[in-house]
């Protein structure tokens, strides 16, 4: 079955690193989304894109953060300047049809700020 | 206000229980779609079902069943004869078909820590 790939697993960085989180969506799905989970609390959005752009992007998702498709396969978050608070698990999604068919979530990748 | 609402924060059955985990949604679109997500202890969200608004029907898929009740805001997740493996967080999520918009945000609800002892 196909699968949302995200790479690292676990990243850990010092406060005030640039990271970039990686996803490999599934291959024919146009519709991409970062979820971030801080540990213990539910699962909240932070963007959407589609065709080569952000659809909507959450209060969280402040000028610190970015997404870009670079290459057409890999969809990846950039988070400028981490701070301790952005320490959580991030989840890649990808859709064909997000409401015909729901969504499919990468495993994520727990980021710790230290 | 929260959208979706999972008010019990954690359950413990012992194995072979039926257990229900309660989901209240609340949304002002009449087109809408209603998710269940297991996060089991390795962390990832594994995918379990999605409803819209307009299938009332209840669904079994061999343990798990789910209903479905739009008259009082509901989707519950019922699990018959648990099992220790069913130990996770289960959350609860909505998708607004909002007009003009906005490719299917998920609200998650807080999840439902449920453990089953054996």
């Known amino acids: 079955e196909p699968e949302v790939t995200q790479t690292p697993s676990h990243q850990v960085t010092q406060m005030g690193q640039e990271v970039i989180l990686r996803c490999v969506p599934i291959s024919n799905h146009l519709y991409f989304y970062w979820y971030r989970q801080i540990l213990g609390q539910k699962v909240e959005f932070l963007v959407s894109f589609y065709n080569n752009e952000i659809s909507e992007k959450s209060e969280i998702f402040d000028d610190q953060f970015s997404v870009e498709r670079p290459d057409g396969s890999n969809f990846t978050l950039k988070i400028r300047s981490t701070k301790l608070e952005d320490s959580a698990m991030y989840f890649c999604?990808?859709?064909?049809?997000?409401?015909?068919?729901?969504?499919?979530f990468g495993s994520g990748t727990r980021l710790t700020v230290v | 206000a929260q959208k979706v609402t999972q008010a019990q924060t954690e359950i413990s059955v012992v194995e072979k229980e039926d257990v229900t985990l309660d989901c209240v949604y609340e949304?002002?679109?009449?087109?809408?779609?209603l998710f269940w997500y297991k996060q089991p202890p390795s962390g990832e969200l594994v995918f379990l079902i999605r409803r819209n608004s307009f299938d009332e029907q209840n669904e079994i898929s061999g343990r798990y069943s789910w209903n479905f009740q739009k008259s009082t805001s509901s989707f519950n997740f019922t699990i018959t004869a648990s099992q220790v493996v069913d130990s996770a967080v289960y959350f609860c999520a909505l998708s607004e078909a909002e007009r003009g918009s906005t490719l299917g945000r998920l609200y998650f609800g807080r999840g439902t820590q449920l453990t089953v002892w054996p």
């Open positions: 999604a990808s859709s064909d049809s997000p409401r015909r068919y729901g969504y499919t």
């Open positions: 949304t002002r679109d009449t087109t809408y779609y």
